[in-house]
């Protein structure tokens, strides 16, 4: 009797099963994220506090430097209208060129701004990291002269 070859579908369960016997070093990262959000939970949510405050202060300046600035049309008519350009240049977008000069302070004193507000999240983070893996090897960095 001759035994029949598995067909398509048994192939590729076979190999999902496979796939599924390589992804636990994937499951390990997620844990290690994990457990780095969870470690540093509170200081994630204080510069997340930040920077929507900062997100909002810097709308409203904008609102009040722009809003007769017929240039940059209804964008900065309104406090609430102002936050989606306000958003883009906090993300490093610049949408609009046309400030009148206090507007190009304020926006510039964004740029700088923006810079702080995505570093300190991204220090934590790292540093989070930098603490799993010294844990997971239990090993500590040193530098030595």
Do not use: C
Request: negative net charge.
């Amino acid at each position: 009797m001759v035994e029949e070859s598995p067909d398509f579908v048994t192939a590729v369960r076979v190999f999902r099963l496979v796939r599924l016997f390589k992804a636990d070093k994937y499951i390990n990262a997620f844990q290690v994220l994990g457990s780095v959000l969870a470690e540093n939970y509170t200081l994630l949510v204080a510069t997340s506090f930040y920077s929507v405050l900062a997100w909002f202060v810097s709308a409203a300046l904008l609102f009040f430097t722009e809003q007769n600035n017929q240039a940059l049309g209804v964008h900065f008519q309104s406090i609430p209208a102002a936050l989606f350009p306000t958003l883009l240049m906090l993300t490093g977008e610049f949408p609009m060129s046309d400030f009148t000069v206090p507007g190009r302070i304020i926006s510039g004193v964004i740029a700088v701004g923006a810079v702080a507000i995505f570093a300190v999240p991204t220090a934590v983070l790292g540093s989070g990291f930098v603490r799993a893996v010294q844990q997971a090897q239990q090993a500590q960095f040193t530098v030595d002269a």
